[in-house]
């Protein structure tokens, strides 16, 4: 089974200068969700993780950077 976990990086983007992703144990991006601000973008992979833990996914909680 897969382990995913979440980050926030910066967008090249002038409209949403954050970028949200989720990726698995090998790196891959399966998600991404470009957001304004950087406590958008912590929500947003807040939500996502917690949505794949409900599906019974194995979830790494880090700490946004």
Do not use: C, H, W
Not at 6 to 32: H, K, M, Q, R, Y
Not at 52 to 63: E, F, N, S, T, W
């Amino acid at each position: 089974m897969p382990t995913y976990t979440g980050t926030v990086i910066d967008s090249d983007e002038d409209d949403f200068p954050f970028l949200a992703i989720v990726t698995d144990e090998n790196g891959d991006v399966i998600g991404s969700y470009p957001v304004r601000t950087r406590t958008d973008g912590e929500a947003a992979v807040a939500d996502a993780l917690k949505e794949l833990k409900d599906r019974g996914a194995k979830v790494i909680d880090a700490p946004p950077q």
